[in-house]
């Protein structure tokens, strides 16, 4: 799938072939936060103005151009068995979160509608098959429809999702009753924009503790646009 290589699969994992699996490319981590390898001089700046609910953020690989192909024969092409896969390999690569309930990041409603499907919603119901966790797909609502973040800069996609979302607030009954943590799931991160206008309005709710999970992580901008 990856390679183009398009063959009608018996199951998900046909998808993609030996070859494209081999060429994901894993994050090694570096910051403990992020897990963005740290520059040579200085901490890390993914981070550093993520919210402070925000514990941390981990993804299974760097968006490379087979876990490019394989986001966007999910997302566009509807190839839905591939939130599979991309759970295989997010397991593989990230510990499973303690005592925690994963929640997708939702789309837009006409968004929705028209792709008849929430990629981050498949992703995470894939990865709580495998690690036997809870997902509150309901926990997490956009209240406000914006534009495409894809060819925005960095500050350009902090503003385009402030304030689009809300959350719930925790099960009443206090820490006892509500998960140690929340664990955002989502697609792509690129700029961390989205994780943390989606952990200030779980964190407005009362959630405390948060954290994300990604399939794969985009480069940094300053790499992108050379």
Known sequence: MACDRLRPPPDADALVCSRCRARLKPLTGGCPRCHQPLPLIGGGRCCRTWPAELRGVRSGVWLGREAREIVHHLKYDGYTP???VMADVVARAVPVPAASVLVPVPL????HKRRGFNQAALLAHALAARWRL????????RVRERGSQTALTPEERLANVTGV???AVPPHGGAARAPAEVVIVDDVLTTGATLSAAT???AAA??????????AR??????RVV
Request: hydrophobic share 45%.
């Open 108 to 111: 837009t409603p006409s968004r």
């Open 218 to 223: 985009a480069l940094p901008y300053e790499q």
């Open 200 to 202: 200030t309005a779980l």
């Open 165 to 167: 979302f809300a959350a």
């Open 206 to 215: 009362g959630w405390r503790r948060v954290g994300a999970v990604t399939f």
């Open 134 to 141: 809870p997902v509150r797909e309901r926990l997490l609502t």
């Open 82 to 84: 591939l939130a599979r």
